[in-house]
């Protein structure tokens, strides 16, 4: 940055802040006269546009009235007759002044019937599609409308007054427009040649954009000012009045005022270039900007040759005290003359100059005698000023690699070289060898060396300080050539202790280097301090490696402590009393036992007596011999609540091998053991399902033909005769080894339900007329359905079987009377539900609750009150299978089932079924809506391999109408099939038959004929035979046992619509 001197600072400065000063000034002047002209045009410019739309409003506000009195005297006579009409226009020719374009008349389809001045030349034509003629027919109303290309000869832009005709009943009869050409000698079209200044104009547009008015006739009708090209505009479509500056479209700066017409959305601007508004101002500008530079170059021109006469004996008077240092004698002696201010100060420079000279011979002087002394005080201080330097560098140093080093360079910055080295004794202490070197040594191959051997080999013999003037003449030296460039040598022992422990050796290569005797000294204390530092650095590294050790086995500890407290098992250790001296966290947590509750007990406090005394005496007699026991214990916690939990108990010894503690860790299986019972109930239900099934499967063949022939007897036998009587008992118990048979079915899960969205309540008003016939009369009996529907997916004969099997235990419970209870709502299941019960999901559950004030069970009873053949009942008079059937039906239809109950206060039974809120129940249909179908004449093949039921399905088929081939197996079947295939129209197999299953032989009947109708029965459900693959979904099935009317209905569906 270039550096200005005074005359130039005041030069540049007073000129140019001046001128910056007279700048500020100007511009605020400038300022102040353009928003002063700005808001005096603005104010102008908006009365002006004001006052026109005043004037504007009222001349269309009186061309409007002019029109509505013209038309009042129209008649229906003058537009049935043209002339007569035109003579009526003719007469209010005086209004063609303000009606430029003409006035016209159109009859109520939009038809011209006369008009002026054109007379009768368009009469006829249709005006209909003019927006003007629409508005004012649509709106009845009077109106004007917006500008559109005139249908005249001219075709100038125009708008058109309107004003409706109605007949006395009030009806539209003609429309009356008077029209204005803008662009004509008009009240609006003098707006466009207004002049505002030079430039500035008028212009009318739509809040729509459309242009009324403007100077350029081109743009009228035009909408060509985008949204945001010109934003006051904007402002003023959206309800702004006033004056702004703004761009318009075009680009250009225009002072714009706008107004709003308050007869039509129309609104009045006025732009006046923004040039012209601040012509006046910018002239004076200018002329400013032509005179400031001007004055400032006449300023810095008077400043210039002002100071250069004033400030030349100063100048002088600086040039010589810059080349003062050069100058000697008189020449430093400044030479002025005159009597102003700057004469007097040369001559007081002249003084100073004098008087500093003397006294800078006087400082010469004294300092060399100081120099001298100094030479002389460091020259004796040299050695202990380096020796102390080097004693705190060594105490510094603990590390014994970065201490050689430190111990090498000191030594030889003491010497004065920069050879030097150190041997250390090997581990053996047999041998030493070359620690650290630097210099010559750095480059020479070094051997290990025995004691006497070398410089080093004889110091460590000697003990003491050995020194030589030339190494190459020695006859004690090493056998090696390249050692020879070494000249003086000196070394002193490293000890720890008396023991010589290393060597510290320095040289030179310089000839006639001779060590004095207070470098020698020098050399042996800085040995004796470096022996020091070693033994202390070997010390400190003996420490920190017993500090490393301590650390890593106290992070050990901690570690297992954490791991210990940590520990998701709990953890017990005791003395051999079996006193509890510790316990973890989660002892703690599980146990509900803080640690200052638990220390000083024995685990006794948690016993529940269950554990006999022969296993706590196996237990201590393992853990006293030194041996480990396992086992599980079922404890109890502080709250009362019992847990299991398994255990591995081991001794602790101390290092003679003493037993000193037991350590126990335990874990807590309580979930485990409800698993497994689980696990166990489950396989259990299992394995008896599959024999309950196997037995169903049979049963229902027995009573196939039980139910069908009772049924056929009940039909053919007359009301109120004694087998008529006997075949209703046959059937009533036939149907009670039915629903048998769905309990036992539905115990093994392979009964078919059939779940659809039912309401709860419904199933629990059918159950309430059913109970009373299963229960006593000393049993009161009462329902409560929820308030809410309580829609479930269930099958509804199955959730009758659970209340009807609840309602017997209940009434085999209360054999002198009581009440049963049955009670619908709404649950929700959460986590703790969960936890407590150890099943479930977390959800909403329609929840039916069953008392009864029976007897009760205790806590045995009921925890296996849902396992099969686990009976209450005494005398052989229960089967055990009703609460396992209820169990297996709820599990099936993902349900849940709990009992409480206490003895002598009543059992409770609660039934969770997974709740579907917002679905809607479908109302079940009852079994009695069904009729017997009609008989029919189609030939029906059987195969059936058991003889009762092939022989039933024959004479039913038969008593209805239909012709029967029988078949006793699969292969049967086929052969009669391929004999009468074109008689049969329905063939019927049973599932499972010998030679060939039913399914087998619909395969090979197919492949001859696809037509054909096929209807499957079986014992067991529609889920078996499909899980086995002996049937697909979507055939056609029927499970036994079934009646005629079933069997007979069946067969008509198939035939009617299926295969």
Known sequence: MPRFNFKTKVTLFFPLAITVALAALLFLIYSFFQNYIKETISSQQYQTVSVLTEDIDRRMAACQETLVAVARKINRQMLADPKLALTYLQHQDEHLLSFNNGMFLFDQQGKMVAELPLGLQRTGKDYSFRDYFKQTVSGRKPIISDPYVSSQSHQHPAIMFTAPIFDKDGSLMAVLGGSVDLTASSFLGQLADIKIGKTGYLFLFSSDRLMVLHPDKKRIMKKDIPAGVNRLLDKAIEGFEGTGETINSRGLPYLSSFKHLKTKNWILGANFPVSEAYEAVNKIRNVFLLVLPIFSFVLFWFMRSYLNRTTAPIIKLTRHVEELPAKIGEERIFRIDGDDEIAVLGQAFNELVRDNDHQRNNLETDLDRYERAEAQLQSQNAYLQALHETTLGLVCRLDVAGLLQTIVTRAGALLGTDHCYVYLKNAAGTEMEMAFQSGIYDQLQHITIKPGQGVAGRIWNTGELFHINDYSRWEGRLPDPERDLLKGMAGVPLKSGDEVVGVLGVAFLEEGVLLSDE??????????????ALENARLNDESRRELAERKKAEASLRRLSVAVEQSPVSIVITDTNGTIEYVNQHFSTLTGYSQEEIIGQTPRILKTGETSAEEYKELWDTILSGGEWHGEFHNRKKNGDLYWEHAHISPIRDSAGRITHFVGLK???????????????????????QLAGGIANDFNNILTAIIG??????????????????????????????????????FSRTQTTNPVAVDLNEILHRVHQLLPQLISKDINLEIAPSSQTLSVMVDSMQIE???????TNARDALPNGGSITINADVASIDSDFVLAMGFGQPGEYARLTFTDTGEGMDEETVKHIFEPFYTTKGGGTGTGLGLAIVYGIIKKHHGYIT?????????TFQIYLPFMAGATAVAEKSENESVLPDRRVDLVLVAEDDDAARALEKEILEEFGYSVLEAKDGQQALEIFKRNSDRIDLIILDVIMPKMKGREVYDAIRKIDPSMKFLFCSGYSNEVVIGQGDLEKGMNYLAKPFTPKEMLMKIREVLDNGH
């Open 899 to 907: 009992c409480q109950s206490e003895v002598g206060a009543g059992t």
């Open 519 to 532: 470098q020698l000294d020098v050399l042996v204390q800085f040995g004796e301090l470096a022996s020091i």
């Open 709 to 746: 022939y009772s049924s056929i007897m009940q039909l053919k036998l007359p009301d109120g005769r004694v087998l008529k009587n006997s075949a209703d008992q046959i059937a009533a118990t036939a149907e009670r080894g039915a629903r048998l048979t769905q309990g036992l079915l539905a």
């Open 801 to 807: 079987q659970v209340l009807m099997n609840l309602a």
């Open 667 to 689: 874990e807590d299986v309580t979930e485990r053991k409800h698993l497994e019972g689980q696990l166990r109930h489950s396989q259990k239900m299992d394995a008896i399902g």
